[in-house]
């Protein structure tokens, strides 16, 4: 879920909103695993879109659906989900990403437990803000890409969880690492971590203060990793824009060099961690 200071940035932008009709957006929701994925939608500014708050999604498969010019939510996919055991809470009946409401996720509190991987967006006639987010951790790769040509595409598009750090790791009853988490996420009433209590401003909660953080970063260069991350991972665009979200991305949809807000540039992935991980060691032993 969203930290609270980016629950407070969303609600100053959502603020600004003219609740009039205008021009939809159309969001598409594709499967590029290998496996079933079953997405979630939860609505959080606006009036809900008409398509169901979750739903399968089989290999290949994808919806698309409209939302209204002043829509904010989310999407992410769950995993290895079963809803026939109605004997286990709503939102455990799937390996990660699981809601309240079982297959359709509920309109209030219906967001997916983490860790999850999320698309976010919240719409405004003038302007649309977009973000991949791991804040609430990380369970499936995921894309945004858009109609737009001056809207970026977002992505966290590679399979982390081989190299999740030990501490971050999330695992199921059988020991296999299914998400990862943030340090937030694996701690959560550290308010140093989560920004919260005598940490909740940037400069009481530096990036310098999150440990994993930096391996997060080089896994997924401009994804939200944690609350004040604003400056590398809050996209904007003015197009109007479709977007479609992405699971399991293939290559064509995402760069190992990622174009990051103000131009900046940076570099993602298994490799660029390594490169990260192994400088490091290097400073250790100098």
């Not at 606006?46 to 904010?72: D, L």
């Not at 804040?135 to 894309?143: E, L, R, S, T």
């Not at 809207?151 to 501490?167: F, G, H, I, T």
């Amino acid at each position: 879920m969203l930290a609270l200071p980016r629950l407070a940035l969303l609600a100053l932008i959502a603020a600004t909103h003219v609740y009039a009709k205008g021009k939809t957006r159309t969001i598409t929701v594709k499967n590029a695993c290998k496996y079933t994925v079953w997405p979630g939608l939860f609505t959080s500014v606006g009036p809900a879109p008409p398509q169901a708050g979750g739903w399968e999604a089989k290999p290949g498969s994808k919806v698309s659906f409209k939302v209204e010019e002043t829509w904010g939510g989310r999407v992410w996919g769950r995993t290895k989900c079963d809803f026939s055991d109605k004997s286990i809470p709503e939102y455990a009946a799937c390996e990660t990403g699981g809601c309240n409401g079982g297959l359709e996720c509920a309109k209030s509190g219906g967001t997916g437990v983490p860790p999850v991987t999320l698309a976010e967006f919240n719409f405004q006639q003038a302007v649309d803000f977009y973000d991949t987010s791991v804040v609430d951790g990380f369970n499936i790769p995921i894309a945004i890409t858009s109609s737009g040509k001056h809207c970026k595409p977002r992505n966290c598009p590679y399979d982390v969880l081989p190299s999740c750090p030990k501490a971050l790791q999330k695992k199921n009853s059988k020991g296999k690492v299914v998400g990862c988490l943030t340090d937030c996420g694996a701690s959560p009433q550290n308010g140093k971590y989560c920004c919260f209590g005598e940490h909740d401003t940037l400069a009481t909660c530096p990036a310098s203060g999150v440990p994993h953080l930096k391996w997060w970063k080089s896994m997924c260069a401009g994804a939200y990793a944690y609350a004040y991350d604003d400056h590398s991972s809050l996209y904007s665009c003015s197009d109007r824009a479709d977007y479609t979200v992405t699971f399991c991305p293939g290559k064509g949809l995402f760069s190992d060099t990622v174009e990051l807000p103000h131009g900046v540039k940076a570099h993602q992935g298994p490799s660029s961690a390594a490169k990260r991980s192994h400088g490091s060691k290097q400073a250790e032993r100098a």
